[in-house]
């Protein structure tokens, strides 16, 4: 089993920019790929980005050119460097991890807002 926690969350202006973090605990041998995803209020939960053990690292249209995930393997963290922030962007993020026998776990989210 593994566990994720977010962190890094806040309140920005349009143009600003966030880090997000998403540490890893449990059985993080057993993963394969981590992924961002956010959910706005009132709509359905969205895929941001994704990154594998391979190193293959994909983005959705709307965050290509200003969100950037990476991955500290020391530190069993994920990141989403978040830059040229919008309005459009507020939704809480949350981190997804998939592991190799095809279970998912979800971490708890955290507040991203964008004031324009």
């Known amino acids: 089993q593994v566990q994720l926690v977010e962190s890094g969350g806040g309140l920005v202006q349009a143009g600003g920019s966030l880090r997000l973090s998403c540490v890893a605990s449990?059985?993080?041998?057993?993963?394969?790929?981590m992924y961002w995803y956010r959910q706005a209020s009132g709509k359905q939960r969205e895929w941001v980005a994704t990154?594998?053990?391979?190193?293959?690292?994909n983005y959705a249209a709307s965050v290509i050119g200003r969100f950037t995930i990476s991955r500290d393997n020391a530190k069993n963290t994920m990141y989403l460097q978040m830059d040229s922030l919008k309005p459009e962007d507020t939704a809480i993020y949350y981190c997804?991890?998939?592991?190799?026998?095809?279970?998912?776990?979800w971490g708890q989210g955290t507040q991203v807002t964008v004031s324009s």
């Open positions: 997804r991890a998939l592991m190799d026998a095809g279970q998912t776990e």
């Open positions: 449990g059985s993080i041998n057993a993963i394969n790929y």
């Open positions: 990154i594998g053990n391979n190193d293959i690292i």
